[in-house]
């Protein structure tokens, strides 16, 4: 059972930066996808980025149109760890963001399906 753990939410002031963390307890085999989705109070989850794998090959990168520009996923093999750089912090990014697999897939953001979900870490912009 795969398992991921975020880490790197808290309280930032508008126009701060964040890196949220996700480390994988194992690398799935096959190709997959990783990536990262919020959920605001009262609102629906979110896709914002995603990276598809394959081996050691990053195959795409993809990101929602609201996160294009502010957002910036990245990944350390080494590491098992796929991070998400939030910079320009806006007060409606306040969310839970929750990091994600999907097993055997090169998808987009808009398309990916998890099979895998963290419990997800809080951040909150506010001054």
């Known amino acids: 059972q795969l398992q991921l753990v975020e880490s790197g939410g808290g309280l930032v002031e508008p126009g701060g930066s964040l890196r949220l963390s996700c480390t994988a307890s194992?690398?799935?085999?096959?190709?997959?996808?990783i990536g990262w989705f919020r959920q605001a109070p009262g609102k629906e989850r979110e896709g914002v980025a995603c990276?598809?794998?394959?081996?050691?090959?990053?195959?795409?990168?993809d990101y929602a149109d609201s996160a294009m520009g502010r957002f910036t996923i990245s990944r350390d093999n080494a590491k098992n760890t796929v991070y998400l750089q939030i910079d320009s912090l806006k007060p409606e990014d306040t969310a839970t963001y929750y990091c994600?697999?999907?097993?055997?897939?090169?998808?987009?953001?808009?398309?990916?399906?998890?099979?895998?979900w963290g419990q997800g870490t809080q951040v909150t912009v506010s001054s």
């Open positions: 994600a697999v999907e097993i055997g897939a090169w998808t987009t953001i808009r398309a990916m399906t998890p099979n895998y």
């Open positions: 990276i598809s794998i394959k081996g050691t090959n990053v195959e795409n990168t």
């Open positions: 194992s690398i799935p085999r096959d190709r997959y996808a």
